[in-house]
């Protein structure tokens, strides 16, 4: 079983940036893999971000150029640097990770085995 962290969720406008942060609780092949997905009130998840082991990243079209996810100075942490925040950008943040595998394809992954609780982010104008 793995435990995910996040931290670094809040409010900022339009515009502004926000830095989440994941720890995994151990690091597994079930960690190999990890990333964000978002879900909206109303809406469905969607992903957000993924990253392999060897730092290969996928991106949504929606942050694609925004957005920079990258693996933290510990094998099992993650971080998402989100710039240029836009209000369409509100939603709560999952971190997840799994083991590889599966299709990561524009920040969305099929294997994911474990997620967080998740953290809010809220962008206002």
């Known amino acids: 079983q793995v435990q995910l962290q996040e931290s670094g969720g809040g409010s900022v406008q339009v515009g502004g940036s926000l830095r989440l942060s994941c720890t995994a609780s151990s690091d597994s092949h079930s960690t190999l893999i990890m990333g964000w997905f978002r879900q909206a009130p109303g809406k469905e998840r969607e992903g957000v971000a993924t990253?392999?082991?060897?730092?290969?990243?996928s991106y949504s079209d929606s942050v694609r150029g925004r957005f920079t996810v990258s693996r933290g100075d510990a094998k099992n942490t993650a971080v998402l640097e989100m710039n240029s925040l836009k209000y369409e950008d509100t939603a709560m943040y999952y971190c997840a990770t799994g083991p590889p595998g599966g299709t990561a394809r524009r920040g969305y992954y099929d294997r994911w085995d474990y997620w967080g609780q998740g953290t809010q982010v809220t962008v206002s104008s």
């Open positions: 990253i392999a082991h060897g730092s290969a990243t």
